[in-house]
T-cell receptor, first 119, second 107 residues
Framework: QVQLVESGGGVVQPGGSLRLSCAAS????????MHWVRQAPGKGLEWVAF????????YYADSVKGRFTISRDNSKNTLYLQMNSLRAEDTAVYYC????WGHGAFDIWGQGTMVTVSS | AIQLTQSPSSLSASVGDRVTITCRAS??????LAWYQQKPGKAPKLLIY???SLESGVPSRFSGSGSGTDFTLTISSLQPEDFATYYC?????????FGPGTKVDIK
């Protein structure tokens, strides 16, 4: 079945780095744009980054620009989020989500991975 | 960035009630709006896209309307499994933005 599975979350100190992965299965990963969305504890959803199906275009939220890098390996059906210079306010559940092929909404979501930035 | 506001921020309703949630965009976004449902500890689920199109598999008691800056999500007859938080999201431009959410709980 169509599935996204995130991994790589954990506890990291302020200023540290972490790389999240999102493994896709059940669909042609290389045909779809992909997003990262996060949710701080008890808060709403915040869009983080987008990458085009072929990796040619990337967009970032101002809050992470210059610190986070989205990338993908279509041969491995995997999406990544490299997070550097982490701050306490980056603490959140991070979801990967698929951009629907026919419209702009996010039609498939992973279960999320928790990132905690704390000393 | 386009800002989205939702009202109400929370509501209490009974099973069988008709529920309406509104979403307002800070500038016109045509019909580039989606609605998601999120239950505690779970990922969001797409309900409506293009402001009024029902995602496959979503019950027909959910409907969406609107265009430009004002949008509405309606649940025609609230069911026990509908108690959740609902978010609107615009995909007219980057950065993508979400509304703050509307929590629907049991009266």
């Amino acid at each position: 079945q169509v599935q996204l599975v995130e991994s790589g979350g954990g506890v990291v100190q302020p200023g540290g780095s972490l790389r999240l992965s999102c493994a896709a299965s059940g669909f042609t990963f290389s045909s779809y744009g992909m997003h990262w969305v996060r949710q701080a504890p008890g808060k709403g959803l915040e869009w983080v980054a987008f990458i085009r199906y072929d990796g040619s275009n990337k967009y970032y939220a101002d809050s992470v620009k210059g610190r986070f890098t989205i990338s993908r390996d279509n041969s491995k059906n995997t999406l990544y989020l490299q997070m550097n210079s982490l701050r306490a306010e980056d603490t959140a559940v991070y979801y990967c989500a698929r951009l629907s092929w026919g419209h702009g909404a996010f039609d498939i979501w992973g279960q999320g991975t928790m990132v905690t930035v704390s000393s | 960035a386009i800002q989205l506001t939702q009202s109400p921020s929370s509501l209490s309703a009974s099973v069988g009630d008709r529920v309406t949630i509104t979403c307002r965009a800070s500038q016109g976004i045509s019909s580039a709006l989606a609605w998601y449902q999120q239950k505690p500890g779970k990922a969001p689920k797409l309900l409506i896209y293009d402001a009024s199109s029902l995602e496959s598999g979503v019950p027909s008691r959910f409907s969406g309307s609107g265009s430009g800056t004002d949008f509405t999500l309606t649940i025609s007859s609230l069911q026990p499994e509908d108690f959740a938080t609902y978010y609107c999201q615009q995909f007219n431009s980057y950065p993508r933005t979400f509304g703050p959410g509307t929590k629907v709980d049991i009266k």
